[in-house]
């Protein structure tokens, strides 16, 4: 059996019993929309979603070097068929869950993972999978996230799943910090508004750029005034007869608003000659729209103090998307104060050719005729 870590201690090289979870309807909510997928799993796959989790959680582990390692799971697709698929062989399933998985499941797991006295409980999901674990473990236990959901403002996932392998490989040289658990009420973000709390702390595993911060909402007039230098500069410079898909965010937002277009803050925006073609487009949308148009750009700004530029919070601009649209035709935009606290700019769109395409820095709209450039790290 596992010792818990002391969350006041670094890793002291004991750890070897991993608990390891999978919310397999995590993210599918994303690519079709829907900005979340807590109560509307069926909604997503009406509207042709796919589960995303697996191929998540089969990529991190493929990084992991199991050997001196015991995976508790769960079986089926919330853990075992994960871990098989990674290779892994030294692992025992603790949990069943009844038939299709929920909220109460990861609860349950995670209650069973405490009391087989794990060391750390991987788990792969988004916000609403992290509250689970943390309703129940409450800083007891360290953990750690495989991002896979449609938003991940916590600050308890990996940077990508590629960087999983890494952490857990050094556990017993990283100290433990407090990774802000973060509550957001997704029938408000549906609704066009970003209404986030803290809901806690958890103890993670500091890997720096390896974990992600907490998502920062900064609204002081100076930082208001930058959004609105960004957003005259690039409606002056947008052409005619091309295609703008802009993402998400209160930048961007304020682009369809200098040009008197009624966008949509948490969604994507289709404008062409300075008109709104479609509103909160999905992936479907998008591509639709991007195979009728002979020139298409792509206008987003990376999510406050975390960086991504690609992969979260705006999935519905997809790796089908980018590839279609072409990763010389990005756009990233964001203010000088978003860029003092973003040391560095991420992708997690999945797919290493395309994240290649974009190089190792990016150049930032970051004012009226004005830009920085910024290292650009790939999952």
């Known amino acids: 059996m596992g010792m818990v870590i002391d969350p006041g201690r670094k890793c002291n090289g004991t750890v070897t019993i991993i608990a390891f979870l999978v919310n397999p309807v995590a993210g599918m909510g994303g690519t079709v929309g829907l900005k979340g997928t807590d109560g509307l799993v069926e909604e997503a796959r009406r509207r042709g979603a796919v589960p995303r989790a697996a191929d998540r959680a089969a990529a991190a582990l493929s990084t992991v070097d199991a050997e001196g390692l015991t995976f508790l799971t769960c079986t089926g697709g919330m853990g075992e068929d994960a871990l098989r698929r990674a290779g892994i062989t030294s692992y025992r399933a603790v949990y069943t869950p009844p038939g299709e998985t929920s909220a109460a499941d990861t609860k349950a797991a995670a209650r069973t993972f ?82 986030t709390r803290l809901y806690g702390y958890a103890k993670v595993p500091h ?3 390896g974990v992600q911060g907490c998502k920062a909402v900064g609204e002081a007039a100076d930082e208001e005034r930058a959004k609105e230098e960004i957003a005259r500069f690039i409606a002056d410079v947008m052409a005619d007869d091309i295609l703008y898909i802009i ?133």
């Open 247 to 379: 993402g998400a965010g209160t930048t961007t937002a304020a682009i369809t608003r200098a040009l008197g277009v009624e966008g949509t803050l948490l969604g994507v925006d289709v404008i062409k000659n300075r008109k709104l073609v479609a509103r909160d487009a999905c992936e479907r949308d998008l591509l639709r729209l991007i195979g009728g148009a002979e020139r298409c750009r792509i206008i987003v700004s990376p999510i406050g103090a975390q960086g991504f530029v690609l992969g979260r919070g705006t999935q519905q601009i997809s790796p089908a998307v980018v590839r279609k649209a072409g990763a010389g035709r990005v756009t990233v935009v964001a203010t000088p104060q978003k860029l003092a606290s973003t040391p560095a700019l991420f992708l997690d769109l999945g797919d290493p050719a395309l994240e290649a395409q974009f190089g190792d820095v990016v150049e930032v709209v970051s004012g009226y005729c004005l830009a920085q450039r910024k290292p650009l790290i790939h999952a």
């Open 114 to 195: 405490l009391a087989e006295g794990v060391d750390l409980i991987l788990f792969c999901g988004g916000d609403g999978t992290a509250r689970d674990i943390f309703d129940v473990v409450d800083g007891t236990v360290p953990v750690l996230g495989i991002p896979a959901g449609v938003k991940m403002y916590s600050g308890v996932f990996a940077t990508s799943p590629s960087r999983v392998g890494e952490i857990l490989a050094r556990l017993g040289d990283l100290a433990l910090r407090d990774g802000e658990v973060m509550d957001v009420d997704e029938e408000a973000y549906r609704g066009g508004t970003l209404a």
């Open 207 to 209: 890997l720096p750029s």
